[in-house]
């Protein structure tokens, strides 16, 4: 079992940042890749950024390409997404996710990941 706790969201103005983190605890030693996702009101969840554990390999979709940074601290159990240049469009819930134990590809589908957090709320106001 892996349980996973993010926090850091908050309401800033666009062109600030922020940073957040994600708290792992359990079987950690079979995670392979983690991630962060975000669902804002009516929209599908979408994977935002991914990190491969072992490899330290990133990738990130599009719209946050060059203004979010995923990162890791393996001694703290910890997962980090680092924000700036923060737009109204990257207002939604975030979540932070693991996939545990079986990883076929990376980036992982988001149905690889098969553990969620709790997610914690980001809102830009322009």
């Not at 850091?8 to 103005?13: A, D, N, R, T």
């Not at 969840?45 to 946050?64: F, Q």
Request: aromatic letters at 12%.
């Amino acid at each position: 079992q892996v349980a996973l706790a993010e926090s850091g969201g908050g309401s800033v103005q666009a062109g600030e940042s922020l940073r957040l983190s994600c708290e792992v605890s359990g079987w950690t030693d079979k995670i392979y890749a983690m991630g962060w996702f975000r669902q804002a009101p009516g929209k599908e969840r979408e994977g935002v950024a991914h990190i491969h554990i072992a490899g330290g390999n990133t990738y990130y979709t599009d719209s946050v390409q060059g203004r979010f940074t995923i990162s890791q601290d393996r001694a703290k159990n910890a997962l980090y997404l680092q924000m700036d240049s923060l737009k109204s469009e990257d207002t939604a819930m975030y979540y932070c996710a693991a996939v545990h134990t079986r990883l076929t590809r990376f980036p992982p589908p988001k149905y690889e990941y098969n553990y969620w957090g709790q997610g914690t709320q980001v809102t830009v106001s322009s």
